[in-house]
Structures are given as structure tokens and as C-alpha cells.
């Protein structure tokens, strides 16, 4: 039954973040509609002045039905969230707002929008732009043009007119799903129909066209040279999916307008760019800054809370999927990353100025451009690799390691070799585990940043809380006379199951809690190149590790019986205290606890980091820890008293 437990929660924890979009044809109305507002809007109003009553009048019903819309779609722990920006973009056009203003808040709800239903907004292969001008020819031209100017002989009788694809103002707010959207669906009150007779592959294909006919080939020429010499390009595009959702406009925010036009250029026209560069182009941190940047203005505009969530997301979604990349390459900026994001949550949560926001954000901006450059950059040299494969596996191997090993010696010194099998079963079954687990968020489903830091945080607790019993019960039997009467008694009887169990769950926590981000760390730093001086180091470290464990296991086989178990239980209670803080540490990641700064040093070898929760975490481990190692003596002394 518990075998069957366990199999159970294993498959929880791989599957708890699997995402499969409810109605996502509705999301995608909604969206499409907020996408038509953020591009149109700017033809309705000028300066606070209606300049054409119909544009606005369509821009107040557009902005009515998406709310409608948004409000209707099934529950979701972000749809009351999304539903009060749909309502605040209504007031916006309502009060004739600017139109830069209004952009952003339609576009940052639909972009949220998509993301909060898991709807995927991009092409499943390649667009083939070559059958797409065909296509175009075939089925476009006649209305838009041959080069797409709105000038087809079919359209000259048409009202409204076909859209001019060659109309850069309008194209600089069109994203490639926008135009998808309107060739899937067709745009109410013009003679746009929807072409559902063709495949999702050609719908994307043509889209991808349409959207480059605005370029010409200097701007495709400046766009493939910036590719190739500006990492931030990379950053800012770095799947097909984020070329698909952008748009020039968009990107403008990132970089210069003439390199957003320029960028944008070369890849619509190149989209097979994107896809050759993934398999040795790393994760970027584009996301995070976009959810920086959408945090920033909830802020501005007094919503403490979703900037909250925002600064949460940019961390869990933007940061985490990259950790064990940078942290491969670049530790120390990684823990810079890490506590630039902690001080933005803390700030949001104690209500600090906007300036200090701004501020903080800035920060965080500035040291994930140096984290891009570094993820970007070409492998080191196979010095680094080696180094970098060793010092990973003897890091993170070493905690699990000290708590199996202390497991054995302790049976092994109290003749207890029975329960041997059921500790290597579960040290064997989290090796097993944490590699089901790993490949199925490699191919099966995705494990997102917060479950991860979850599963971490929760299984460091619970073994600090296990490790902090063991400790001082056996600190207990240390004290003179105690331990012979514990050995006559145990060999009498021999170890209840519950006893046996016992021993497997926490051989089992103690190893799967780190086997899963060991494999994420070496399967982030892989490369072809340098694959021999990662296996190498590999083996070095497990190499060391076994030696630590010989050594451990030949010491306390030495040791008098007595000082063994004074000595573990030192031990023991000292990793008690390192697994607390980590485990909060990692809880506030996942956003289950407050953040709240304080002055002190970060020692991540023992769990120590600069907030008052995970301080104040190892503080009552420790409190209690002394304090059973006290009752223990003082026990002691009474007994040899009496």
C-alpha cells in the first residue's frame, strides 16, 4: 500500500503543473478582440478626442465583449484578476485615453490572457513562406494586391477596404498571431471571411508572409546582422512562439524602434532561424523582464497585489527555467538574480515608494542582461566543464549522502543489518524516481518553476523535522549507560514495520530532494563539446562522494559506540538546521511564505540567507535542538545520581 503511495504522489508531483487549455477557442476570441483594440484604437482617438465616431464606437463594443468574454470563461485562479483588467481597460476607453496607454494595457491583458489558459500561440512546425506567396497570390491578391497594398481589382468596391499590408504604421502593431487570428476567424463587418478550409500550418504560413510585406531587404540585411552580433536579440526572441506574439511595437520596449522594425524583419522572413539556433541557444530571460515590466505598472497604478503576483511570476516563470543553466556558468550572478527578486517581492509586500519599485526593477533588469550574455556566450574551456560537472555533484550529493550514511552506520553499530535493505531501497527508488521524474518534464509534461521550488521546500522541512527527532534521541542514548541498555533491549526484539518504513521514507526524502535538480544542472551545461570532461567530472565527484562515504562508514565502525552516537547526533542536528532554512528559502520562492529582507550574510552551504523567516526557521531548530541536548544531560546526571 504505501509502495502504491508513494507511486501516487510521485506521479502528483510530475503532473500538478500539466496544463491542458479549457476552451481555448474562446481565450483566443477574447484575445483577438483586445489585439484589434490595442491596434485600432489610435484611429478612434486623438488626444483625448474622438476623431472618427464609428472607430470608437466599435473600439467601446470591442472592449465590452472581451470583458463579457473574459468574465464568461471557465474558472481559473487568475480569471478574477484578468476580468477586473478587462473592466479597467473599458474605463480607459471609456475616459478616451491615450492611445499609447491603451495598447499596453489590451496588449499585457491578452498576452496574461494566453498564458493564465495555457493557450499555444505559435506555428507547430516552421512556416513554409515559399507556399505561402502562392497561397497569397492564389487567394489574397485579388483584394490586397499583388504586394499586398490594398489595391486588388476586387477591392476596389469594398467598404471598408482591404487592409494595406504595406502600411508600416499599422504593421509596427500587428503581430503574426494577430494576423492569424483575422485569416482563422475573419473581422466582423468587412468582407474578410474566415479561411477555415485551410490547414493551421497554412493559416501561419500565410500570416507569417502578410506580416513581412511591410520590410524591405535593408531592413531584413540590418536585422540579420543585429542576430548575429546582439545577444539581446536572442533574449528577446528566443522561440517561435515569442516571434509569433510580437510585435514591432512590442519589442520596441526592449530595444531602439529602428532595431525592433529591423529584427523583426529578418525573422518573419527567416523563422527557420529561430528553430536552428534552439538546440544549442539557451532559455533566455525575456519572459521575467516582461513580467517585470507588467509589475512596474500594476504598481504605478496601485495594484500592490497583482504586482506581487507579477514579481512572483517573473521569478518562478522567468528565472527558474534558466537556474540551472546560470548556475552552472555563473553562481554567484545567479544569487545576485535570486536576491534582486527577493528585495522587489519584500519592497512590493511593505508597500515601498514607486521610486523605489522603479529602482528595484532596474536593478533586476540590469543583472539579467549580464545573466543573457552569459547564457549566450560560448562554452568555456573543458577545465570549466570538468570543474563545473565535479563540484555540482559533490554539492549537491553531499547532504543526502551524510543523512543515508548516518542511517547505515547507526544500523550497522546497533546490529540492526535487517533494516539495511529497506534504507537502500529507498536511496535506490529516489535515484529511479528523480530520473522518471526528470524525463517526464522533459517529454511528457512540464513541471513548473513553482512545484519544483515546492517539492524542495517541503521535503527539506519534513527531513529537517525528522532529522531533528533522530538527533536528539540519539544524543539521548549517547549519555553513559543509556546506549548498553538500548542495545541489550533492541536485540531482544527486532524492528517493527512502521520502524522499517520509517527508515525507507526518509532514505527516500533525503535523496529525491536532490536528485531531480542534479540531473536539470548537468542536462543544462551539456554540450557535445565538451561531453568527456562532463562525464569525467561526473565521475570524479561520484568517485569523492564514495570516498566520503567509506570514510564515514570506517570512522563510526571505529569509534567507541558512545562518542559515535554523541558525535551523530551533532551532526544530524547541525543538517536539521541547514535543511530548514533551505526549505523556507525555497517556500518563499514558491510564494507559500513571506519574504521579508533583513541584514545578513548568504551561506548557502548552511541554509543561512538574509531573511528574518528562514533565520527565524533555524532559530527554533536550533532553540529546540539545545534544548532536548540539555534535558538529555540533565536526565543523565539525575539518573546516575539516583
Known amino acids: 500500500m504505501v509502495v502504491r503511495w508513494f507511486a501516487c504522489l510521485l ?50 463594443e470591442f472592449s465590452a465583449t472581451a470583458r463579457e468574454r473574459i468574465a464568461a470563461l471557465p474558472d481559473n485562479p487568475q480569471r478574477a484578476a484578468l476580468a477586473a483588467r478587462a473592466q479597467a481597460l473599458v474605463a480607459l ?11 499596453e494595457a489590451a496588449h499585457a491583458l491578452a498576452n496574461d490572457l494566453l498564458a493564465a489558459y495555457g493557450v499555444v500561440a505559435a506555428p507547430a512546425k516552421v512556416p513554409d513562406l515559399a507556399a505561402a506567396k502562392q497561397l497569397y497570390a492564389a487567394q489574397c491578391a485579388s ?7 490594398g489595391d486588388g481589382a476586387a477591392g476596389a468596391k469594398l467598404d471598408p477596404p482591404p487592409i494595406a499590408f504595406t502600411d508600416r504604421e499599422r504593421a509596427s502593431q500587428r503581430s503574426p498571431l494577430a494576423l492569424y487570428e483575422a485569416i482563422s ?22 500570416a507569417f508572409h502578410v506580416g513581412s510585406l511591410a520590410f524591405d531587404e535593408q531592413q531584413r540585411t540590418a536585422g540579420a546582422q543585429l542576430w548575429h552580433d546582439d545577444a539581446r536579440m536572442h533574449a528577446a526572441l528566443p522561440t517561435l512562439e515569442a516571434l509569433s506574439r510580437s510585435s514591432p511595437a512590442q519589442l520596441a520596449q526592449q530595444m531602439d524602434q529602428q532595431q525592433a522594425l529591423a529584427i523583426t524583419a529578418f525573422l518573419r522572413a527567416q523563422p527557420q532561424t529561430l528553430i536552428s539556433a534552439q538546440p544549442n541557444q539557451p532559455a533566455s530571460l525575456a519572459l521575467a523582464r516582461r513580467q517585470l515590466q507588467a509589475t512596474q505598472a500594476a504598481y504605478a497604478a496601485g495594484d500592490g497585489k497583482r504586482a506581487a503576483a507579477l514579481a512572483l511570476s517573473a521569478y518562478l516563470d522567468g528565472v527558474e527555467p534558466v537556474e540551472p543553466m546560470l548556475a552552472a556558468r555563473d553562481g554567484a550572478l545567479l544569487r545576485e538574480i535570486e536576491s534582486a527578486m527577493g528585495r522587489l517581492r519584500s519592497d512590493i509586500g511593505a508597500g515601498a515608494a514607486a521610486e523605489t519599485i522603479r529602482t528595484d526593477i532596474a536593478q533586476a533588469a540590469a543583472l539579467m542582461d549580464q545573466a543573457d550574455a552569459v547564457l549566450h556566450a560560448e562554452t568555456g574551456s573543458k577545465a570549466a566543464a570538468f570543474l563545473g560537472s565535479f563540484t555540482i555533484l559533490l554539492r549537491e550529493g553531499l547532504e543526502a549522502l551524510l543523512v543515508v550514511i548516518g542511517m547505515i552506520a547507526f544500523l550497522r553499530k546497533s546490529e540492526r543489518k535487517e533494516a539495511l535493505p529497506w534504507v537502500h531501497a529507498g536511496w535506490v527508488l529516489a535515484l529511479v524516481a528523480g530520473g522518471i521524474t526528470w524525463a517526464a518534464a522533459t517529454w511528457l509534461v512540464e513541471i513548473s518553476g513553482a512545484n519544483r521550488e515546492l517539492t524542495e521546500g517541503l521535503s527539506s522541512v519534513f527531513a529537517a523535522l525528522v532529522l531533528l527527532s533522530v ?22 526484539a527486532a524492528l517493527g514495520r512502521r520502524s522499517l518504513w520509517f527508515l525507507f521514507v526518509l532514505a527516500f526524502v533525503a535523496v529525491y530532494r536532490e536528485v531531480f535538480e542534479t540531473i536539470l544542472f548537468y542536462a543544462a551545461m551539456w554540450t557535445p563539446q565538451d561531453a568527456a570532461a562532463i562525464l569525467i567530472g561526473l565521475v570524479a565527484g ?72 528562514t533565520l527565524l526557521a533555524q532559530l527554533m531548530v536550533l532553540v529546540v535542538a539545545v534544548a ?11 539518573t546516575r545520581r539516583a
Open 143 to 149: 483584394c490586397h494586391g499583388a504586394t499586398g497594398a
Open 93 to 103: 476607453v471609456d475616459k478616451r485615453a491615450d492611445a499609447a496607454a491603451v495598447a
Open 11 to 60: 506521479l502528483l508531483w510530475t503532473t500538478m503543473a500539466a496544463a491542458v487549455p479549457p476552451q481555448a477557442g474562446s481565450v483566443q476570441q477574447a484575445w483577438q478582440l483586445l489585439d484589434y483594440i490595442a491596434v485600432d484604437y489610435a484611429g478612434a482617438v486623438d488626444s483625448g478626442k474622438v476623431i472618427s465616431t464609428g472607430e470608437y464606437a466599435e473600439m467601446q
Open 185 to 206: 476567424r475573419g473581422v466582423a463587418g468587412t468582407a474578410m471571411v474566415a479561411y477555415s478550409q485551410l490547414s493551421d500550418d497554412q493559416r501561419w504560413a500565410l
Open 628 to 638: 532536548g541536548f540539555w534535558i538529555n544531560m540533565r536526565g543523565g546526571q539525575q
Open 471 to 492: 538527533g536528539i534521541w540519539m544524543h539521548q542514548k549517547s549519555l553513559a549507560g543509556r546506549w548498553q541498555h538500548y542495545l541489550q533491549e533492541r536485540m531482544a
Open 542 to 613: 561520484a568517485a569523492s562522494l564514495a570516498l566520503v562515504a567509506w570514510a564515514l562508514l570506517r570512522l563510526g565502525a571505529r569509534l567507541p559506540i558512545g562518542k559515535f552516537f554523541s558525535w551523530s547526533s551533532l551532526l544530524i542536528a547541525v543538517l536539521a538546521v541547514v535543511l530548514a532554512g533551505k526549505g523556507v528559502a525555497a517556500l518563499q520562492e514558491a510564494g507559500w511564505i513571506g519574504l521579508g529582507l533583513v541584514r545578513a550574510p548568504r551561506i548557502d552551504l548552511l541554509g543561512i540567507f538574509p531573511t528574518w523567516q
